[in-house]
């Protein structure tokens, strides 16, 4: 994409374009923002053990005031962890014991999960059917596995309360170290975590409640932040930089791309690749992650440009039979004012982050293997199941609450016509085998999927082969398509869920159980 003088001023004074004013005209909006604040790193948490190969953390979830340091000393009530927005950095290595003892000081229940790491989705694991209430402290403890060195997350995954608490602030990035970050090409290079997050604030600094058409359509905030910084400058000391991107927003998509500049994917979701290659531009679905090398051939600006994006929305054939009286609280359908008829959901586009490199680098390349993967096929599988995507609208709830409780009736997500059910199990799958999963989506919107505890490999889209095998946990299946993914189930035991990663219709519905039995 080409981006014109006239054209990027416009960009970097608004930030995002298409933003309509008239449907949010309390939010704080983009040109009372001072933009070229420094690039922040959020804050890594404190291991408190003495002992090697073990790793003990602290975290507390609770409710903080957070200035922001471009708002002209506005403050922010968000939820945090140890009062960080974003969160803090976890930083392990391969091979660790890791030991958390969390506190909820919440008003209402909540949990984690350890978003990618391929751990026990039981007992004091990954095990996002536990539940901390208000006041409580509990114990997490997992060992990090061998290969597992990457970019993974953590948030709040406590059923009816996820959506919100994660759109508050409640996430932190997990990044694990190993031995493939001691190959040449990577050791010399600075390393610095790029946290992607939105948020929508009322001039008192508080979040507003969630319109109705964004729990349809997932919730996009007004305000795009890198860090927690709208707009920053990264000042590289060289010239070539490795960037780990993390989508911790709820429902926006980035559709990124560096101004006149390739970048090198080294690693996705589930770590490194086999062989990095070039991208012009990369689409991250909320919860994806990749980790990239960029590299300049002289010194400069550089600018990461948010690209317009076209993510679908919920169409009107969902809205058949939708009783209007029934939309309590509501006169008629001013509620559904700035619905889109078109079915077009368009993620906003403008100017992220600036890179500032002080040198030039051309030369850093990685053309050679890295990490073998092995490469699955659907020989291997030993059964082919099919999830579709489904949706359904009827307005006939007497009251509209601000939680996904309220909300029931009036719509549904689901897969398979099936809306959540926790006591349910969806799929039952067995200890060592492989399964092909077809993902069907004939609905109006992209649909990003995530699998916990075990990663697949994307096979296929509509019949095309994936050009690139690599690890995934989200994949986003876009409106009318169909994607094949291989899954292998190894090593544990136990429930755990699958769901759509917009949060809000994982709410509403759209998450499944799969218990893996030995």
């Not at 509620?335 to 030039?360: I, K, P, V």
């Not at 029931?408 to 092909?436: C, H, Y």
């Amino acid at each position: 994409m080409k981006v014109s003088r006239r054209r990027f001023i416009t960009l970097g004074s608004l930030g995002l374009a298409g933003l309509s004013l008239a449907v949010m005209p309390k939010l704080i909006q983009w040109t009372q923002t001072r933009m070229n604040q420094p690039f922040p790193q959020p804050p890594d948490l404190k291991n408190e053990s003495k002992q090697a190969g073990l790793v003990e953390f602290s975290l507390r979830a609770s409710r903080s005031r957070i200035k922001l340091p471009e708002q002209d000393g506005l403050e922010a009530e968000l939820m945090t962890y140890n009062g960080s927005f974003p969160g803090p950095t976890m930083r392990v290595k391969e091979g660790d014991r890791v030991r958390i003892q969390f506190r909820n000081d919440l008003k209402e229940p909540t949990n984690l999960h350890f978003h990618g790491l391929h751990i026990s989705p039981t007992g004091l694991g990954d095990n996002v059917l536990r539940t901390i209430k208000p006041g409580e402290t509990a114990l997490y403890e997992f060992e990090v596995p061998s290969g597992s060195a990457g970019t993974y997350w953590y948030h709040p995954h406590h059923h009816g309360n996820a959506n919100m608490q994660l759109f508050a602030g409640l996430s932190g990035a997990i990044l694990v170290d190993g031995p493939l970050n001691a190959i040449p090409e990577l050791q010399q290079v600075p390393d610095r975590l790029i946290v992607l997050k939105d948020l929508d604030l009322n001039p008192q600094g508080t979040i507003p409640p969630l319109p109705p058409m964004q729990w349809m359509n997932g919730r996009e905030g007004s305000r795009v932040m890198v860090n927690g910084i709208v707009q920053p400058v990264l000042s590289v000391e060289g010239g070539v930089v490795r960037l780990r991107l993390i989508n911790q927003s709820v429902a926006r998509y980035y559709n990124l791309k560096l101004a006149e500049h390739p970048m090198t994917v080294i690693a996705t979701d589930g770590g490194f690749v086999s062989t990095p290659y070039p991208v012009d531009s990369l689409l991250l679905a909320p919860g994806e992650r990749y980790e990239v090398l960029v590299s300049v051939s002289q010194p400069g600006d550089v600018v990461l440009l948010n690209q317009p994006y076209d993510r679908g929305m919920m169409g009107m054939d969902m809205m058949g039979g939708m009783d209007h009286g029934g939309m309590g609280g509501m006169d008629g359908m001013q509620g559904m004012q700035g619905m889109n008829h078109g079915r077009t959901q368009r993620t906003g586009e403008g100017a992220l982050m600036t890179l500032r490199f002080a040198d030039s680098n051309p030369t850093v390349k990685i053309s050679r293997s890295i990490n073998p993967i092995r490469v699955l096929t659907p020989k291997e599988a030993v059964q082919k199941r099919t999830l579709n995507f489904t949706e359904r609208m009827g307005m006939v709830s007497s009251g509209m609450g601000s939680h996904s409780s309220g909300m029931r009736g009036m719509m549904s997500f689901s897969f398979n016509g099936q809306e959540f059910d926790m006591d349910r199990v969806d799929i039952r799958a067995k200890l060592g085998t492989v399964e092909l999963w077809e993902l069907v989506n004939n609905t109006d919107m992209d649909h990003p999927f995530h699998l916990h505890i075990n990663a697949f490999q994307v096979y296929a889209r509509n019949g095309k082969p994936e050009p690139q095998v690599v690890w995934k946990d989200v994949v986003n299946v876009r409106s009318k398509e169909t994607v094949q993914i291989l899954v292998p189930f190894a090593d544990f035991t136990g429930k755990t869920m699958f769901h759509c990663h917009l949060l809000e219709h994982e709410e509403l519905g759209m998450m499944g159980v799969v218990e893996i039995v030995a």
